[in-house]
């Protein structure tokens, strides 16, 4: 039996903030709410619950960039500290709000594509 959707990338639906079943429709009814379903093909997304799953990825990604450029930065020229308070605040930023959608979009389509569910005790049906 085929699907009537094509396959749709998660990575790829996900990153750009598409439907993670028809890649078509949006996922985010403003930037960081989600849609309650897809305008093309009907997806209810009341399965989606990112949870702290893309602030925490955001953190240690953003943090890494911008600790690891401030080390570079103190070390090779020894700036003071409000060269690194107007280096690093705006990268902190746009790196944190840069990513902050695209992770989610990512999480919540994964989340479709492998069928997650919230956790259940042994023996609890479905």
């Known amino acids: 039996m085929q699907s009537e959707h094509p396959a749709v990338s998660p990575y790829r639906a996900g990153l750009r903030g598409r439907c993670p079943r028809c890649g078509e429709g949006r996922l985010f009814a403003g930037y960081l709410d989600l849609a309650p379903r ?3 093909c009907g997806l209810d997304y009341s399965f ?3 949870g702290d799953g893309p602030a925490v990825f955001v953190i240690l990604i953003a943090g890494f960039a911008v600790v690891g450029a401030a080390l570079v930065v ?3 020229w020894r700036p003071s500290y409000l ?7 705006p990268l902190l930023l746009i790196l ?7 992770l989610k979009g ?7 594509y492998h069928k997650a569910q919230e956790g259940r005790p042994d023996g609890d049906p479905q």
Do not use: K
């Open 38 to 40: 897809c305008e093309r």
């Open 48 to 50: 989606a619950d990112a």
């Open 74 to 76: 103190e070390m090779l």
């Open 83 to 89: 060269v690194h308070a107007a280096l690093w605040l």
């Open 96 to 102: 944190v709000f840069g990513l902050l959608r695209p």
């Open 106 to 112: 990512l999480l919540v389509t994964l989340q479709y």
